[in-house]
């Protein structure tokens, strides 16, 4: 109520997460544990919240589940089939504020129970209100008979897939039919007579989310704030945030999250990258389309060379010419403007219906005002400038040479006397130098200062038009190279019979050269974009696969959140010994980091001088966590020479199960016969300052604290920031604090670098000294626990904790579970895996991830993306198309005299235009090598800059399908350019062509 007058929020409605069973009703041995998700199906539908979710509002004791699970029980959607929906009333009454258990009593009086629910008790059966109950018992446990409507493959948005198996229900019904079901559970369980409304008011206040443990809103203009650029979807954030609270109330007891946003935080990078990607497109797409019209008005002008001179001849002016082409100019961009302007409404709502549903996006069917001005622009400015030549070659041109009808452009010559006293300035060389000035001031002064600053699209545009500069020039450079390519591929491209016309084919390179060159330009700088950007893109969406990969470090992975909450060590390897799944390899088990423990406050590593005092987290796998893990991901820098390494993948050396085989088997080159303790491996006391911590003092025997060093896996990170290596003693300081009197004890332990590794899956390692703070330190479980009870004695010496309460575990708390599956493993196997698993989880807060299931779901976007760069080859091509034409009629009209020549000497039509068709594949398959060439280098530079600065593993993805489909539309735009260019003289007579006609 208290959000109803918040304008930006359209509404808001609560969701509750309980962890329970569910069981075939039919077949009750097939059962399995499931998250419960009750909500309110209709009024979400209403807020748009889950708003592709494709499967319908449920109504009383319906319910739709992940799929895997009933395929998994054995229950089939939508045929009426119905299950158990098994819920523990302990944990409803936990999650809403109560104490059913009596803080940790296993038994509870049936009064106190009731007192819980706040019923009266006074009036009713005191014999019956003081009868106990164990509150873990049956007794406490009801099962909801459902029938199952969907199964549910894919959560859509309606709730995050990290949740694993689930079983959605309607709040409306849902709490109506658990207090029917509570009134007969006290019923049998007491002789106490409880009134039916008091139950069900206990859980219509629950249903009216005064309880909920989480509540869903949606806002106004939701779009727009997504979409805002740069800090101005923050700020719009911050706006309605601060709304919400001050209509709350600053006390009020609720944290409030904007997950959506925060996720498209995340790929932050992947939208940056992408919108200066499109950009370019659009440069370059504009490039092309200048010089078509470069070409096109070019063409005009020569072709009406005759009738400009008339004119000229008759007292028209330069200016009048120059209206006249520019009116010609605009007579081609306004109807192109409009024209082009609805091709691309109706494109456009032609993808709003193919790509809508995939981006499960409602895209608005208008567009921005922004993009029609900035569309007509370029519209308006691309003829103005392409005309500035064409202009120029109208007035250059004599009356005498513009008279003469057989005068041809490409066999004049030209001569030009300039006086020195009149040379000046160049503005060639000028626009040159300028250029270079820009371009190094970008590169080492803007760049570099917009990525110290943070402003990642600032410094993403500089480097995208770096990379479109160097396609550019290497582009313009290639050119040169061009004549010789174009006669290796007409040597390889004719045969047979029509080998006797290589002679005259190179002969129509060489003379259409000058003219052909604008074609050949267009080509490879279109191809090698494409091919740059649809590598880089590529590049992008693996590295996304490979780092969710190298995230979670194997295929599957069990995730406990705290050290209260850790994983069923025991009960899993139980699972494991007794199903023995064929598609596991092998699995493994890390400890939470001993920071996290309870008493340990942190845990910090450095050498033997305490300089510079690093505070990383120390944990412990399992010996054969490599054959559980994603071995490709791991890169050691280091390793000790004088160990023998009992195991090896290729060259790599398990360092991690020689912490296990070759435990205290280091010795450095300092140590001999004597060994020397050194001071600083002691605890000893620090002088407490006013006000400050005060450092306990420990009664140590150094001797053992040093013969008893700890091996460890170090990162890169700390050895460059530390200067170690492998012959470096190294020294663990552990922070032990009850936070209680601000004291504080430390452990020291000697510790001995194993091998120091760049990467390594599932953990945090790096090689930047920037990366040491925080990293992970591999030891063993043996020496892990050997610091576990060490710190535990220190607290319970300490005396201001009850020593009762500080007990030593039989194992370490496993936060991360990793098994690594075979790849001939089916989603069926895998998810009958996850599902056995998911019997273990105390509560929702426990996750499973299946990785290749995120990576097959973050390819998605990739495949769209790849077919826009088909898209956008689709319209290059054609722009080049449409050059080549051009530039192929002009050809055969300037010299139709020699197209009339080899017919008379006994060539037929259909072997004149083959001439022709060689010619244009010539050129064009030599582009398609250069610009694939120029694409493929200065993509592969970029892959390996990335690469190296995200320190993932060298991988290059060659865009396939798109240079296919480059292939193909170039081949077919060569041979119907320069067939249609010659069709129509080959239908003339010879005595015509021959008169020019």
């Given at each position: 109520l208290r959000l109803k007058?918040?304008?930006?929020?359209?509404?808001?409605?609560?969701?509750?997460?309980?962890?329970?069973?569910?069981?075939?009703?039919?077949?009750?041995?097939?059962?399995?544990?499931?998250?419960?998700?009750?909500?309110?199906?209709?009024?979400?539908?209403?807020?748009?919240?889950g708003r592709v979710f494709k499967h319908r509002p449920l109504g009383e004791a319906e319910t739709h589940v992940t799929g895997s699970i009933l395929r998994d029980i054995g229950i089939r959607p939508n045929r009426g089939d119905r299950v158990l929906l098994n819920f523990n009333l302990t944990t409803i009454m936990d999650m809403v504020g109560g104490d059913l258990s009596g803080s940790g009593d296993t038994n509870a009086t049936v009064g106190g129970f009731l007192e819980q629910l706040g019923i009266d008790t006074r009036g009713l059966n005191q014999s019956a209100l003081n009868q106990t109950v164990d509150p873990t018992s049956s007794a406490f446990n009801i099962d909801l008979d459902y029938a199952v409507v969907d199964a549910v493959e894919f959560p859509d948005g309606k709730f995050p897939s990290a949740l694993g198996n689930v079983a959605l229900m309607d709040s409306r019904y849902t709490w109506y039919l658990l207090s029917r079901a509570l009134i007969d559970q006290i019923t049998r369980i007491s002789a106490a007579a409880v009134s039916d409304e008091q139950v069900r008011n206990f859980f219509s206040n629950i249903s009216s989310g005064t309880t909920s443990l989480q509540s869903l809103g949606t806002m106004t203009n939701r779009l727009h704030r997504y979409t805002l650029a740069g800090d101005a979807s923050d700020y719009e954030f911050i706006h309605v945030t601060n709304d919400i609270f001050e209509a709350l109330g600053d006390d009020y007891p609720v944290t409030l999250t904007i997950p959506l946003k925060m996720a498209m935080g995340i790929i932050k990078f992947l939208k940056l990258f992408l919108d200066q990607i499109f950009n370019g497109v659009i440069a370059v797409l504009a490039l092309l389309g200048a010089l078509l019209i470069f070409s096109l008005m070019l063409s005009n002008v020569e072709e009406k060379t005759y009738e400009y001179g008339m004119l000229r001849a008759l007292g028209l002016s330069a200016t009048n010419l120059i209206q006249l082409l520019l009116t010609t100019a605009g007579f081609?961009?306004?109807?192109?403007?409009a024209l082009g302007l609805l091709a691309a409404f109706v494109l456009f709502g032609i993808m709003i219906a193919v790509m809508g549903p995939v981006v499960a996006f409602d895209i608005p069917p208008n567009f921005s005002l922004q993009a029609v001005l900035f569309s007509a622009g370029i519209g308006i400015v691309l003829p103005i400038i392409s005309n500035i030549l064409p202009i120029r070659r109208a007035l250059s041109s004599t009356l005498r040479d513009s008279l003469d009808l057989y005068h041809q452009t490409f066999a004049e010559t030209t001569v030009t006397f300039t006086y020195l006293s009149r040379l000046g300035i160049s503005p060639a060389q000028t626009i040159v130098a300028l250029t270079f000035v820009i371009l190094g001031f970008c590169m080492y002064y803007l760049a570099p200062m917009a990525f110290l600053y943070g402003n990642l699209s600032l410094f993403l545009t500089i480097l995208l038009f770096l990379?479109?500069?160097?396609?550019?020039?290497?582009?313009?450079?290639?050119?040169?190279?061009?004549?010789?390519?174009?006669?290796?591929?007409?040597?390889?491209?004719?045969?047979?019979?029509?080998?006797?016309?290589?002679?005259?084919?190179?002969?129509?390179l060489s003379g259409h050269r000058p003219r052909n060159r604008k074609t050949a330009l267009m080509f490879t700088i279109t191809l090698s974009f494409l091919i740059f950007a649809g590598a880089m893109f590529s590049l992008q969406a693996k590295n996304i696969s490979t780092n969710v990969e190298m995230m979670l470090g194997s295929d599957i992975v069990m995730t406990a959140p705290a050290v209260d909450k850790a994983l069923k060590e025991m009960e899993i390897r139980e699972y494991f010994n007794t199903t023995k799944h064929s598609i596991v390899i092998e699995y493994s088990f890390a400890t939470f980091p001993l920071n996290n423990l309870r008493y340990i406050e942190k845990t910090d590593f450095s050498n033997l001088a305490t300089f510079p005092d690093t505070r990383v987290s120390v944990l412990a796998v399992e010996r054969q966590y490599l054959e559980s893990a994603y071995r490709k991901f791991f890169y050691v820098t280091r390793t000790d020479p004088d160990i023998k390494y009992s195991k090896h993948y290729g060259t790599t050396p398990d360092v991690f199960r020689s912490l296990y085989d070759n435990a205290g088997e280091a010795r450095l080159s300092i140590e001999s016969e004597t060994i020397p303790v050194p001071v600083d491996l002691t605890t000893g006391p620090v002088e407490s300052k006013p006000g400050g911590s005060r450092h306990?003092?420990?009664?140590?025997?150094?001797?053992?604290?040093?013969?008893?060093?700890?091996?460890?896996?170090?990162p890169e990170a700390l050895a460059v920031k530390s200067s170690l290596d492998t012959d470096t003693a190294l020294r663990l300081e552990i922070y032990i604090s009850t936070n209680k009197y601000r004291t504080y004890t430390t452990l020291n332990y000697l510790a001995k670098a194993r091998a120091f590794a760049k990467k390594a899956p599932g953990l945090t390692m790096g090689s930047y000294p920037s990366m040491a703070t925080g990293s992970s330190h591999i030891i063993t479980t043996d020496q892990y626990m050997r610091i576990l009870r060490k710190a535990n004695e220190v607290v319970r010496a300490e005396g201001s904790v009850d020593p009762e309460t500080v007990k030593d575990p039989d194992r370490p708390p496993m936060q991360r579970l990793f098994v690594r599956v075979t790849?001939?493993?089916?989603?069926?196997?895998?998810?009958?895996?996850?599902?056995?698993?998911?019997?273990f989880i105390p509560d929702e807060t426990t996750t499973v991830m299946d990785t290749r299931k995120m990576v097959a779901m973050a390819s998605v976007s990739g495949n769209l993306i790849n077919i826009f760069f088909i898209v956008v080859a689709v319209i290059s091509i054609t722009l080049c198309f449409f050059v080549l034409w051009i530039s192929f009629t002009s050809n055969i009209s300037e010299n139709s005299w020699e197209f009339g020549v080899i017919r008379s000497l006994g060539l037929t039509g259909w072997q004149t235009i083959r001439l022709y068709v060689y010619e244009a594949l010539s050129i064009v398959l030599a582009c398609l090598?250069?610009?694939?060439?120029?694409?493929?280098?200065?993509?592969?530079?970029?892959?390996?800059?990335?690469?190296?600065?995200?320190?993932?593993?060298?991988?290059?993805?060659?865009?396939?399908?798109?240079?296919?489909?480059?292939?193909?539309?170039?081949?077919?735009?060569?041979?119907?350019?320069?067939?249609?260019?010659?069709?129509?003289?080959?239908?003339k007579d010879i005595a015509i062509v021959l008169r020019g006609g």
């Open positions: 007058y918040v304008t930006d929020v359209v509404g808001t409605t609560p969701r509750w997460y309980f962890l329970g069973g569910i069981t075939n009703r039919e077949f009750q041995e097939n059962k399995t544990s499931v998250l419960f998700l009750i909500t309110n199906t209709e009024e979400e539908r209403q807020l748009g919240i081609f961009a306004v109807p192109g403007i990379m479109l500069g160097m396609i550019l020039g290497l582009s313009v450079v290639s050119i040169t190279i061009q004549p010789f390519l174009e006669r290796v591929i007409l040597h390889l491209l004719v045969w047979g019979r029509d080998r006797r016309f290589k002679h005259m084919v190179r002969k129509n306990r003092v420990l009664t140590v025997d150094p001797a053992a604290l040093y013969n008893n060093y700890i091996d460890v896996v170090v790849s001939e493993a089916t989603q069926g196997e895998i998810e009958t895996l996850i599902n056995g698993l998911r019997n090598l250069l610009g694939t060439l120029i694409g493929f280098l200065i993509a592969i530079t970029l892959t390996l800059q990335m690469n190296q600065f995200m320190e993932l593993p060298f991988g290059f993805d060659f865009p396939t399908p798109l240079f296919l489909a480059c292939v193909a539309l170039s081949i077919l735009t060569a041979f119907i350019g320069s067939y249609r260019a010659a069709a129509q003289m080959r239908k």
